[in-house]
């Protein structure tokens, strides 16, 4: 592949002095995802909310590094899983959509990491190939649920046994994990752990203790959201059209609720999640693993809360692809750094793959490494990334996307509609307020930008749309009276 950026040998532990001023490397890596988490939904972050609480993730910050650049190649959250999974795009690991079957040609990293002598868990959201919980390849424990779970009384696949719970879901996953761990602490074998939360997916459901915690708060609206004429002046036509949609302001989820209640709900669902990796790094700390262990944390995809007048993902906006990452490890990170460079979901693979000195002679990553940025080096090369949304029946009002995302510049093409493609300038307009796409000025930017995706999807074998048989709905009477309102 021309835009292969990694194909993976053997590979070697970094040497001891690259880790900043210390003079180890992490033996154990734990990596903690969420869903639909957006990359501002952080109290430290400078565009948080006034009224968010996240004391973990802003301690993770504090004391580790913020990755403030970070996104994702498809927000969706099976393509998305199978991308960290695989370090590939999902045109080359085939999980396009979140009902389609894992191809039986696609190898997930763990397996590499397990091989090389690791002791390796998944506890949480698997969700590629849909309803299945069985035990996958490359775990040696395996705690997971059918398609996106519950947030009450869930019932998990406990190493291919069904076991029923009763309890908050968020609250269950942690101590899974946290008894997981505490047979990791007799130091026999180094380990490997993938926390992967379904909080927060909508429809969103806090836990007891933080229902009504944000009650008096009045959310606040993007400018982005108003339904005025010159707010859309420039705006494909379909992004209008969808505010009166399940994924839009004013129709979301077909009336069932409003604005204000849904961005609510979001927060205080946050909260458990937030007190998952609090209790986490506190457990590191208390045994002693700290000293050895590297933490990773992000979100899966982002979230539009009211951004074009929208919700949910899918789309390639900035909230929908940017997600939150953080990484700590008191040992071997300097505290409270920050990077800028671009990362991407395919850099997490070869990244851990790194960390843990696995080879592989068959994987090859579409993504880099990052764990040199990790300790304050800079950025080597181009990290410009393409973006995939393929069309569901499910979501009918979301058209095929294709996007190529830069530092500066982000231009997004949309397959088999009649409505006009995007170009912003990221730096002058951080918000996508103002399409270049037909400014005079910037037409040899819209077509440099058009031929560099093409190139790449033809250079990929990216070519080919996937289309799945499907007749789904979000809803039923998305089919009947409500069918108008797509």
Not at 388 to 413: C, M, Q, V
Request: net charge negative.
């Amino acid at each position: 592949m021309t835009f292969l950026l990694l194909v993976v040998g053997a590979m070697v532990m970094l040497p001891s002095a690259a880790w900043g001023q210390s003079s180890k490397v992490p033996e154990n890596v734990i990596f903690i995802i969420s869903d639909d988490h957006r990359y501002d939904f952080m109290d430290f972050h400078e565009d948080a909310p006034d009224f968010l609480e996240t004391p973990s993730l802003d301690r993770m910050a504090r004391e580790g590094v913020h990755l403030k650049n970070a996104f994702v190649t498809t927000s969706l959250c099976s393509p998305s899983r199978a991308s960290i999974l695989t370090g590939q795009y999902a045109h080359n690991h085939g999980v396009v959509d979140n009902g389609t079957p894992v191809p039986d040609t696609t190898t997930f990293f763990p397996e590499s990491v397990q091989q090389e002598g690791y002791e390796t868990g998944f506890i949480g959201k698997w969700h590629m190939g849909h309803e299945n919980a069985e035990p996958r390849p490359g775990f040696d424990r395996w705690v997971s649920f059918p398609g996106q779970g519950v947030y009450e009384d869930p019932t998990f696949n406990v190493d291919g046994e069904e076991v029923p719970r009763e309890g908050y879901m968020t609250d269950l996953l942690t101590e899974y994990a946290l008894d997981w761990l505490k047979k990791k602490n007799d130091g026999d074998k180094p380990f490997f752990l993938y926390l992967s939360h379904k909080a927060v997916h909508a429809e969103f459901e806090p836990a007891d203790r933080h229902e009504g915690r944000y009650a008096d708060v009045d959310p606040p609206t993007p400018p982005s959201m108003a339904n005025t004429e010159s707010n859309y002046q420039g705006k494909p036509d379909w992004v209008k059209a969808q505010r009166a949609s399940w994924h839009g302001v004013d129709y979301m989820y077909h009336g069932q609720m409003n604005y204000d209640a849904f961005y609510r709900s979001y927060a205080e669902t946050l909260m458990a999640l937030d007190e998952s990796i609090g209790r986490v790094l506190d457990y590191l700390e208390e045994s002693g693993m700290a000293e050895n262990t590297l933490v990773l944390y992000m979100g899966d995809n982002g979230f539009l809360l009211g951004e074009h007048g929208l919700i949910d993902k899918r789309n390639a906006y900035e909230p929908s692809i940017r997600v939150p990452m953080l990484a700590w490890g008191p040992e071997f990170i300097e505290r409270g750094s920050t990077v800028k460079s671009l990362i991407r979901n395919i850099d997490v693979a070869p990244t851990i793959f790194e960390a843990t000195s696995a080879s592989s002679n068959t994987l090859q990553f579409d993504g880099q490494s990052f764990l040199s940025l990790l300790r304050g080096e800079a950025a080597q090369t181009d990290r410009t990334f393409l973006y995939e949304y393929y069309w569901e029946h499910a979501f009918p009002h979301t058209p095929t996307t294709f996007s190529l995302r830069g530092d500066k510049f982000k231009y997004i093409y949309y397959h088999g509609v009649w409505d006009q493609n995007e170009l912003y300038d990221l730096e002058s307009d951080p918000n996508e307020r103002h399409n270049l796409i037909n400014v005079p000025a910037y037409e040899s930017t819209a077509d440099s930008m058009r031929n560099r995706l093409f190139d790449r999807l033809e250079a990929e074998g990216a070519m080919k749309i996937p289309f799945r048989r499907g007749d789904w709905q979000a809803d039923d009477r998305l089919r009947d009276a409500g069918s108008s309102r797509q």
